[in-house]
């Protein structure tokens, strides 16, 4: 969601916070600002509605010389209050105290109560006030911030991650982290706060990750770190593998389009050290796979958005291939019921991130009911282990999980997910085979062959990328369009349903999908001219049956556009546009690869919309708040 930077050096951060900003622009966000301490120790802010541009002009326009050696940054994603100037961060209490925030203070409407009786004043409609408020508060009995700070955090409920400066204490940075991302970035002389580390990676490659609950004191020469308990903790310092150009646009018009042609690289490096002669290493799940995957006897996959059409996938694969039971739930679902939990299940939870709210949420709830049931007369539950799919090393799920497997997608910037949804096929596709030869409910010959066709993909992929006119011109039947379906069976079903999420996100255009063979139960009956209807039509059992539905369409009007195998036999006439993208796909392969048709269909129909690619209204990458 929101975006903070932060920092504290002997030169000026003023140029450092900015470009922190711009990194962090992916995230989503509608307003922007920068607090510093001046040489004078007084705070000066520049607060901003829009791009991180607007920002930039208005600190140009500035009468004096706006720059200091510590201050704190912050892109805003609205949650409470609108988009706004005076509802952007940082927020500043008394010109004392300034604050920047990710996350929601639940009982803010109760502090903010109080902090009125108690004669503060508020500008903003934010819950983030009255965190500035109340260390301020706190203020007033320690000239300690840190110390402030911890105070102040007891009384919060939710979920924050801040970065706080003082007047009274201007040599001192202080970050505190519960249910939201940061990363503390270790430099010589000088350090720095960022919700993730492509902010810093001007800065430097090295990294601390606080953990739940940590509170930091930062200076130039020092990182002091405190947990959830008060008790000072030493957290590594890992070195980060990206590179600042592995951040870049490059030659490439978006950054989704730019992610959409790095999937053939992704996918070889999701594989790589994964798989040896033909077989899937179980071991690269972690050291207890082996022992975990041999004790299960279902899946259940929890998951958010994009994440959760990868589940739907790996579930006709679970069954399909290993003849294993497997559910899958929307995370913001499963946290807020009463599951019934079965022994020996494994859960699976998918997010690029690592931080998505709703999905860290559901993990922390299938740790609480490992070892005892409560609900009714259910039995003990003992073995429920847990496994996370992530792109990004040190996040929380990754942490608090039993396994990890880590997608080598690389950094993903634009909002629509397109590389991590495919790495995350990759890694799904890779686990059920492992579980599979774990149980031995497949052979040699099975789990060969899986491993070739995995093999293949990125050679696939090029393939279909191949076709990016062809789809171009494709994308011009939706110039005026406002409603698209999307149809598909088995696979090729939340396939479907990723690709009208694609169009949704990017293009703003109305789309549903739905499993082909439900037309008669109520969707042809949106079927006219106006309507555009996008099929996947892979070479499989489905096939003739998948035609029969095609045909429903066009005998009603509708404008078909097929996405098929070279030798599914559909050809192109009047009311049909056939694309014969791809050939020599297997059960596994043939999701990923029409996938990424979808997602050329999608980025070229947002062109001719004109609308924000990368940034789409109203959405954040890193969903890290309910």
């Given at each position: 969601?929101?975006?903070?930077?932060?920092?504290?050096?002997?030169?000026?951060?003023?140029?450092?916070?900015?470009?922190?900003?711009?990194?962090?622009?992916?995230?989503?966000?509608?307003?922007?600002?920068?607090?510093?301490?001046?040489?004078?120790?007084?705070?000066?802010?520049?607060?901003?509605?829009?791009?991180?541009?607007?920002?930039?002009?208005?600190?140009?326009?500035?009468?004096?010389?706006?720059?200091?050696?510590?201050?704190?940054?912050?892109?805003?994603?609205?949650?409470?209050?609108?988009?706004?100037?005076?509802?952007?961060?940082?927020?500043?209490?008394?010109?004392?105290?300034?604050?920047?925030?990710?996350?929601?203070?639940?009982?803010?409407?109760?502090?903010?109560?109080?902090?009125?009786?108690?004669?503060?004043?508020?500008?903003?409609?934010?819950?983030?006030?009255?965190?500035?408020?109340?260390?301020?508060?706190?203020?007033?009995?320690?000239?300690?911030?840190?110390?402030?700070?911890?105070?102040?955090?007891?009384?919060?409920?939710?979920?924050?991650?801040?970065?706080?400066?003082?007047?009274?204490?201007?040599?001192?940075?202080?970050?505190?982290?519960?249910?939201?991302?940061?990363?503390?970035?270790?430099?010589?002389?000088?350090?720095?706060?960022?919700?993730?580390?492509?902010?810093?990676?001007?800065?430097?490659?090295?990294?601390?990750?606080?953990?739940?609950?940590?509170?930091?004191?930062?200076?130039?020469?020092?990182?002091?770190?405190?947990?959830?308990?008060?008790?000072?903790?030493?957290?590594?310092?890992?070195?980060?593998?990206?590179?600042?150009?592995?951040?870049?646009?490059?030659?490439?018009?978006?950054?989704?389009?730019?992610?959409?042609?790095?999937?053939?690289?992704?996918?070889?490096?999701?594989?790589?050290?994964?798989?040896?002669?033909?077989?899937?290493?179980?071991?690269?799940?972690?050291?207890?796979?082996?022992?975990?995957?041999?004790?299960?006897?279902?899946?259940?996959?929890?998951?958010?958005?994009?994440?959760?059409?990868?589940?739907?996938?790996?579930?006709?694969?679970?069954?399909?291939?290993?003849?294993?039971?497997?559910?899958?739930?929307?995370?913001?679902?499963?946290?807020?019921?009463?599951?019934?939990?079965?022994?020996?299940?494994?859960?699976?939870?998918?997010?690029?991130?690592?931080?998505?709210?709703?999905?860290?949420?559901?993990?922390?709830?299938?740790?609480?009911?490992?070892?005892?049931?409560?609900?009714?007369?259910?039995?003990?539950?003992?073995?429920?282990?847990?496994?996370?799919?992530?792109?990004?090393?040190?996040?929380?799920?990754?942490?608090?999980?039993?396994?990890?497997?880590?997608?080598?997608?690389?950094?993903?910037?634009?909002?629509?997910?397109?590389?991590?949804?495919?790495?995350?096929?990759?890694?799904?596709?890779?686990?059920?085979?492992?579980?599979?030869?774990?149980?031995?409910?497949?052979?040699?010959?099975?789990?060969?062959?899986?491993?070739?066709?995995?093999?293949?993909?990125?050679?696939?992929?090029?393939?279909?990328?191949?076709?990016?006119?062809?789809?171009?011109?494709?994308?011009?039947?939706?110039?005026?369009?406002?409603?698209?379906?999307?149809?598909?069976?088995?696979?090729?079903?939340?396939?479907?349903?990723?690709?009208?999420?694609?169009?949704?996100?990017?293009?703003?255009?109305?789309?549903?999908?739905?499993?082909?063979?439900?037309?008669?139960?109520?969707?042809?009956?949106?079927?006219?001219?106006?309507?555009?209807?996008?099929?996947?039509?892979?070479?499989?059992?489905?096939?003739?049956?998948?035609?029969?539905?095609?045909?429903?369409?066009?005998?009603?009007?509708?404008?078909m556009i097929v996405f098929e195998d070279e030798q599914?036999?559909?050809?192109?006439?009047?009311?049909?546009?056939?694309?014969?993208?791809?050939?020599?796909?297997?059960?596994?392969?043939?999701?990923?690869?029409?996938?990424?048709?979808?997602?050329?269909?999608?980025?070229?129909?947002?062109?001719?919309?004109?609308?924000?690619?990368?940034?789409?209204r109203n959405l954040a990458k890193s969903v890290t708040?309910?």
């Amino acid at each position: 969601m929101c975006g903070i930077v932060g920092g504290i050096a002997e030169r000026s951060v003023t140029p450092i916070l900015l470009e922190g900003l711009r990194r962090l622009e992916y995230r989503g966000y509608d307003s922007s600002g920068i607090a510093l301490l001046d040489p004078d120790n007084a705070i000066q802010r520049v607060r901003a509605l829009g791009k991180i541009k607007q920002l930039e002009h208005k600190i140009e326009q500035e009468t004096t010389d706006f720059s200091g050696h510590i201050g704190i940054a912050h892109t805003r994603w609205a949650t409470h209050g609108v988009p706004s100037e005076n509802n952007a961060h940082p927020h500043i209490c008394n010109n004392k105290v300034a604050v920047v925030h990710n996350g929601i203070i639940e009982n803010y409407q109760s502090l903010k109560q109080q902090q009125t009786a108690a004669g503060y004043r508020f500008t903003s409609e934010t819950d983030t006030e009255v965190i500035a408020h109340a260390i301020h508060q706190q203020l007033e009995s320690t000239d300690d911030l840190l110390t402030a700070v911890t105070q102040a955090l007891s009384e919060f409920e939710g979920a924050y991650a801040l970065g706080v400066i003082a007047v009274n204490e201007p040599e001192t940075l202080v970050a505190a982290r519960k249910g939201s991302p940061l990363v503390i970035g270790v430099g010589f002389g000088e350090h720095f706060i960022a919700s993730d580390v492509s902010a810093l990676l001007p800065v430097t490659h090295n990294f601390i990750f606080l953990e739940e609950g940590d509170v930091a004191k930062l200076t130039r020469q020092s990182i002091e770190i405190y947990d959830i308990d008060g008790q000072r903790v030493e957290r590594p310092i890992k070195q980060s593998s990206l590179s600042i150009t592995s951040v870049e646009l490059g030659e490439h018009r978006h950054y989704m389009h730019k992610e959409i042609f790095e999937q053939p690289k992704a996918v070889s490096d999701t594989l790589e050290g994964r798989i040896t002669h033909d077989k899937v290493l179980v071991s690269s799940f972690g050291p207890q796979a082996e022992d975990i995957f041999s004790s299960i006897e279902q899946i259940h996959i929890i998951a958010c958005g994009t994440s959760y059409h990868a589940g739907l996938v790996a579930k006709y694969w679970t069954e399909d291939i290993i003849g294993m039971p497997c559910q899958v739930e929307v995370a913001s679902e499963f946290r807020y019921r009463n599951p019934v939990i079965q022994d020996n299940t494994l859960f699976v939870t998918i997010s690029q991130s690592g931080e998505t709210a709703d999905t860290l949420a559901a993990l922390q709830k299938i740790k609480l009911l490992r070892h005892s049931r409560e609900n009714g007369n259910l039995a003990q539950v003992e073995n429920i282990p847990t496994l996370t799919i992530c792109n990004v090393p040190e996040s929380s799920l990754t942490r608090e999980s039993d396994l990890s497997y880590l997608t080598h997608a690389g950094p993903e910037i634009g909002v629509a997910s397109t590389k991590a949804f495919t790495t995350q096929l990759v890694a799904l596709a890779l686990l059920i085979t492992a579980i599979g030869k774990v149980k031995q409910s497949i052979d040699e010959n099975r789990e060969k062959a899986i491993v070739k066709g995995l093999q293949q993909l990125p050679k696939l992929i090029a393939n279909a990328l191949s076709h990016e006119e062809e789809i171009e011109g494709v994308a011009q039947q939706f110039a005026d369009k406002h409603h698209a379906l999307f149809l598909g069976r088995g696979t090729m079903y939340p396939i479907a349903m990723e690709g009208a999420l694609k169009l949704k996100e990017i293009s703003y255009i109305h789309a549903e999908a739905y499993p082909a063979g439900e037309l008669k139960h109520g969707p042809l009956a949106l079927i006219d001219e106006h309507m555009p209807v996008v099929a996947i039509a892979p070479l499989d059992d489905l096939l003739e049956k998948l035609k029969s539905n095609l045909h429903e369409v066009k005998a009603r009007g509708g404008q078909m556009i097929v996405f098929e195998d070279e030798q599914s036999d559909i050809s192109s006439e009047e009311g049909f546009t056939v694309i014969k993208a791809t050939t020599n796909v297997g059960r596994i392969t043939a999701p990923i690869t029409f996938n990424i048709l979808l997602q050329l269909l999608s980025y070229h129909v947002a062109l001719i919309k004109g609308t924000d690619v990368d940034q789409p209204r109203n959405l954040a990458k890193s969903v890290t708040v309910e």
